[in-house]
């Protein structure tokens, strides 16, 4: 983490985890809730705040997502 790259290849593997989350839900999954819920806090603090906005589209589009099929 004292490395700009150590920092963003972190945030690209939570990002890639929960794009992979969020395909699985697309693809029918469920029980995911308490994946999604610990994620958000992690990634809220994280040290590369230009991704802040890709995370919180992500989220939405979770949001979204499940608005339509809950």
Known sequence: RET????????????DLLFQAREYEKG???SLD?????SRPDLSVTELPAF???IDEL????SQNR????
């Open 52 to 54: 802040e906005d890709l």
């Open 34 to 38: 308490e994946f999604w819920l610990n």
């Open 4 to 15: 700009i790259e150590s920092r963003i290849v972190k945030t690209a593997d939570k990002l």
């Open 28 to 30: 029918g999954a469920s």
């Open 59 to 62: 989220f939405e589009a979770l």
């Open 67 to 70: 608005g339509r099929n809950g």
